[in-house]
C-alpha cells in the first residue's frame, strides 16, 4: 500500500475539500479527515477506494496537494486565508507554468518543453529565484508549493522522473485558469458598477 500513497492522500485532501465547501458539513468538519482516511482504504475487487479516484486525477502534482493541505487547514481555521494579492501571485505563476508545458502537449507549438524536466538543473535555479521572490512578498504558499514540489522531486517522491509532475498538472491549472477568470470578471464589475450616489443636503 506505501505504493498508494499518494492516491490515499489525493483521496482525504480533494474530499475534504469539496465536502467541507457544504454549509451542512460545518459541524463534522474535524471528523471528515479519519473518516475518508478510513474509506480511502475500503477494498472494491482487490483494490482500495482511493485507488479508483486516482484513475479520474492520475497522480496529482505535490504543488497540487500543497493547496490541497493549505485549503484544508483554512476551512478547518488553523490558517488564515490569503490575502487577494498573494492569491493573484500563486494563480499568475502556476497558470504560467500551465502556459508554458500545456500548448506543446496539445501539439500548439514545435517546442517541447516537457524535455526540459528530465534534467531540470536550469529549471530548479528559476524555481529557487521564484520561491526567493516570492519569499520576499511574503507568499508563504507559494514558497511551500515550490520548496516542497522540488524536495519531493529531488527525493523522487512519485513514480515520475520528470521535474514537471512534480510542479503543474491539469486539476491545478484548469483551478488557476477558473479562479483567476473569476477574479478579472469579479474586478471588470467592480470597476464598471456604478458608485451609489451621494445624497446632497438642501438648504
Avoid at 100 to 120: C, S
Avoid at 126 to 135: D, E, K, P, V
Avoid at 182 to 191: D, G, K, S, T, Y
Wanted: aromatic share 12%.
Amino acid at each position: 500500500m506505501l505504493f498508494l500513497w499518494q492516491a490515499h492522500l489525493s483521496f482525504i485532501l480533494l474530499g475534504f475539500v469539496l465536502l467541507s465547501a457544504l454549509a451542512l458539513t460545518r459541524r463534522w468538519r474535524p471528523w471528515l479527515l479519519p473518516v475518508l482516511a478510513a474509506l480511502g482504504f475500503i477494498p472494491v475487487n482487490d483494490l482500495p477506494l482511493a485507488a479508483y479516484v486516482r484513475s479520474y486525477t492520475d497522480d496529482l502534482a505535490i504543488t497540487t496537494l500543497v493547496l490541497l493541505a493549505w485549503v484544508s487547514l483554512q476551512r478547518l481555521g488553523v490558517v488564515q486565508p490569503l490575502p487577494t494579492v498573494r492569491r493573484v501571485q500563486v494563480l499568475v505563476l502556476f497558470a504560467g507554468l500551465a502556459a508554458v508545458l500545456y500548448p506543446a502537449t496539445l501539439g500548439l507549438t514545435y517546442v517541447d518543453p516537457y524535455r526540459w524536466g528530465f534534467n531540470p538543473r536550469p529549471m530548479i535555479v528559476l524555481i529557487g529565484l521564484t520561491a526567493l521572490a516570492l519569499l520576499w512578498l511574503r507568499n508563504t504558499l507559494g514558497v511551500a508549493m515550490l520548496a516542497l514540489g522540488t524536495l519531493a522531486f529531488a527525493l523522487r517522491l512519485k513514480a515520475s522522473e520528470n521535474y514537471w509532475d512534480y510542479l503543474i498538472d491539469p486539476l491545478l491549472a484548469g483551478y488557476c485558469l477558473v479562479a483567476g477568470a473569476a477574479l478579472c470578471v469579479r474586478e471588470v464589475w467592480r470597476l464598471l458598477r456604478p458608485l451609489p450616489a451621494v445624497p446632497t443636503s438642501s438648504i
